[in-house]
């Protein structure tokens, strides 16, 4: 669906993106995960054919998505900036709508409306932040687009609302496969959806895999500073922080498995797939604790 090489956007003098290569299968649910500033936004609008890119090959569909009335025809991107016709109520958009988009499922949308209580009515500069986010929400599933692009989609929802935008995600793709991928901050939330993440780090492609190995990547270390300090000679440190007087956890990238046996000394904490994001894209190693070490 996606294939991308040595991709970049600059802004005058500022990279947004910088020399990213990822290949994105069809038909597959992916995180694109990233710390404020990391190209996100930019990479997604790169291939909604919202930006042209400065460098490198961008191929969707097999087309260049800048110029592609196919790539156009069959994508929709979903955030918290749609801008939709104020003088139109909710219920002439979600008519409106089935000229667009060629999937297009009236009665899902009509079904969704009423779940999620949202007033036929109302016009969407009269909603609130979470109301306008969920109907947006609607829209990129009424829309059964074969490309379906979430930026940060839940942005005002409160947590019950959240909970069941992931649950009709899932439910929707299942009845409907299609290719989505998922901005969020709420990583923690959202891995359970999701086959493959990737993770956008410094403007760039910084690790593109499974859910199930992302979490391998990384492991905690708890156990007599000696002994800990013995086993990430072997190991990149990514934290390391005392928990009480001679004993530290520290958070170690792994490239393989760790037998118990051989370390009945320490004690190790498998990661969730949030944890390591966050582990494994912190700007210095050890993290916050380091500004205040000595202060």
């Known amino acids: 669906?996606?294939?991308?090489?040595?991709?970049?956007?600059?802004?005058?003098?500022?990279h947004a993106l910088s020399n990213l290569s990822c290949v994105i299968k069809e038909n597959?649910?992916?995180?694109?995960?990233?710390?404020?500033?990391?190209?996100?936004?930019?990479?997604?609008?790169l291939i909604a054919g919202y930006l042209k890119k400065t460098t490198g090959e961008l191929r969707v569909m097999d087309e260049?998505?800048?110029?592609?009335?196919?790539?156009?025809?069959?994508?929709?991107?979903?955030?918290?900036?749609?801008?939709l016709p104020t003088s139109l109520d909710l219920e002439e958009l979600l008519d409106?709508?089935?000229?667009?988009?060629?999937?297009?499922?009236?009665?899902?949308?009509?079904e969704l409306m009423a779940y999620f209580q949202l007033p036929q009515k109302a016009y969407v500069q009269n909603l609130s932040k979470g109301m306008l986010s969920t109907f947006h929400a609607i829209i990129g599933f009424a829309a059964r687009c074969p490309l379906t692009i979430?930026?940060?989609?839940?942005?005002?929802?409160?947590?019950?609302?959240?909970?069941?935008?992931?649950?009709?995600?899932?439910?929707?793709?299942?009845?409907?496969?299609?290719?989505?991928?998922?901005s969020s901050h709420h990583l923690d939330e959202i891995e359970n959806l999701l086959e493959d993440v990737l993770i956008i780090h410094?403007?760039?492609?910084?690790?593109?895999?499974?859910?199930?190995?992302?979490?391998?990547?990384?492991?905690?270390?708890?156990?007599?500073?000696?002994?800990?300090?013995?086993?990430?000679?072997?190991?990149?440190?990514?934290?390391?922080?005392?928990?009480?007087?001679?004993?530290?956890m520290a958070v170690v990238k792994m490239s393989g498995n760790v037998f118990q046996s051989k370390h009945p000394d320490l004690t190790f904490t498998n990661?969730?797939?949030?944890?390591?994001?966050?582990?494994?894209?912190?700007?210095?190693?050890?993290?916050?604790?380091?500004?205040?070490?000595?202060?």
């Not at 991308?4 to 005058?12: A, G, I, P, V, W």
């Not at 597959?28 to 609008?45: D, W």
């Not at 089935?98 to 009236?106: E, G, K, V």
Request: with cysteine; charged share 25%; proline share 3%.
């Open 1 to 14: 669906m996606i294939k991308c090489e040595n991709l970049s956007k600059k802004y005058r003098s500022t």
């Open 28 to 45: 597959t649910i992916t995180g694109v995960i990233g710390r404020n500033g990391a190209g996100k936004t930019t990479f997604l609008k």
């Open 64 to 83: 260049n998505p800048f110029n592609s009335l196919k790539v156009s025809a069959n994508t929709i991107f979903i955030d918290d900036q749609m801008n």
């Open 96 to 110: 409106s709508f089935s000229m667009f988009y060629r999937n297009w499922n009236d009665s899902l949308a009509k």
């Open 150 to 182: 979430y930026d940060e989609p839940t942005t005002g929802m409160d947590a019950a609302v959240r909970k069941d935008f992931y649950r009709a995600l899932l439910k929707d793709y299942l009845a409907f496969p299609r290719t989505i991928l998922l």
């Open 202 to 248: 410094q403007q760039h492609a910084f690790l593109h895999t499974s859910v199930s190995e992302l979490k391998e990547s990384v492991i905690g270390v708890k156990g007599e500073k000696g002994a800990v300090d013995r086993f990430i000679l072997m190991h990149e440190k990514l934290s390391y922080t005392e928990t009480m007087p001679g004993f530290v």
């Open 271 to 295: 990661l969730s797939a949030n944890e390591a994001f966050v582990y494994v894209t912190a700007p210095t190693e050890g993290g916050i604790d380091r500004v205040f070490t000595g202060s």
